[in-house]
């Protein structure tokens, strides 16, 4: 044996020989298999009962009255009927419903997020005293429900002459909202890198720019994340514009949809047309911002 044969023989180790898998362990492999494909069945199972009331909506909103009386609401229609699609969208004028919906859904998206990075850049990294207590407040804020409030608000409104008028409403949806994203962007400001922050203060960043050039460009994911929520709960939100809203002009469409269906008066086709109207714009802005907001998620839960 030469001198190179063993050095190469001391230096890499011999190969072992792993056992066998056991039977325990093959058993615990297909229990594993069995949960796996049992927990993916139950999802299907609860995506489809997800799916199904808008399945409805699509077959009944294209369906003759005369299909629906014989067939019911779960037959597929035998021929595409768009009258009661169209006669709801001339009737109760869903442009400006449309448009008023749009305008209110955006502004307090962004005006919410804005308001929560503030808020939440004061508690997080500013460390206002008693700052446990003060995210206690949020949290009890964002909890309480809307018919506690409706009436101070209403009086409030009226008061500051912002009844029936879409600033209103942006404003007092903006407030309430922002609770919920200061205590989520508070925790995540929370644990932001101190060396950071040290750094920007010895280059001589004010406080504006730090927040403007460092926080705001690393919880840009995040407030994605918050925007797209605070979009879709406003455009589904009823109750505030009901009350607020009175008139016909400034209503949204969720309120218009409430207002087709009366105590002795219902058209099951124009209240599907209805509503497939009413929620297919938040369907398509949640398809465009859905790799945004699963972006964002994605990186909440690395950091």
Known sequence: M??????????????TVRP?????????????????????????????LMLFPFWVAIVNAFKPPADYIADGPISIPTQLDFTALVDFWNGVN??????????????????????????AFAIGIGRIRGRVWVLAVFMVAFTIPQEALVYPLFVLS?????????????????????AFGTYMLSSVLGAFPLEVLE?????????FQT????????????L?????????????????????????????????????SGQYTSDPTA???????????????FLIFQRTLMRGVNLGAIK
Not at 99 to 119: D, F, H
């Open 2 to 15: 030469t001198i190179d044969t063993a050095v190469r023989e001391e230096v890499i180790p011999a190969q």
């Open 20 to 48: 066998a898998p056991s039977g325990r362990r093959r058993n615990a492999r297909a229990h594993r298999g069995v949960s796996g494909w049992a927990v993916l069945a139950l999802l299907v199972v609860a995506a489809l």
């Open 94 to 119: 869903f442009n400006q419903k449309l448009l008023n919906s749009l305008i209110v859904s955006g502004s307090v998206a962004i005006l919410a997020a804005a308001l929560s990075l503030l808020s």
């Open 158 to 178: 009226r008061d500051l002459y912002l009844y029936d008028t879409l600033a209103g409403v942006i404003i007092i949806l903006a407030v309430l909202q922002s």
């Open 199 to 207: 750094a920007a203060r010895l280059d001589g960043a004010t406080r």
């Open 211 to 222: 927040l403007r050039l460092i926080v705001f460009p690393l919880t840009r994911p995040t």
């Open 224 to 260: 994605a994340v918050l925007i797209t929520f605070f979009f879709i709960w406003t455009w589904n939100d009823f109750f505030l514009p009901l009350v607020m809203l009175p008139s016909a002009g400034n209503q949204t469409v969720s309120v218009a949809l409430g207002a087709l």
């Open 271 to 285: 209240l599907a047309a209805a509503s497939l109207a009413g929620i297919l714009p938040a369907i398509v802005f």
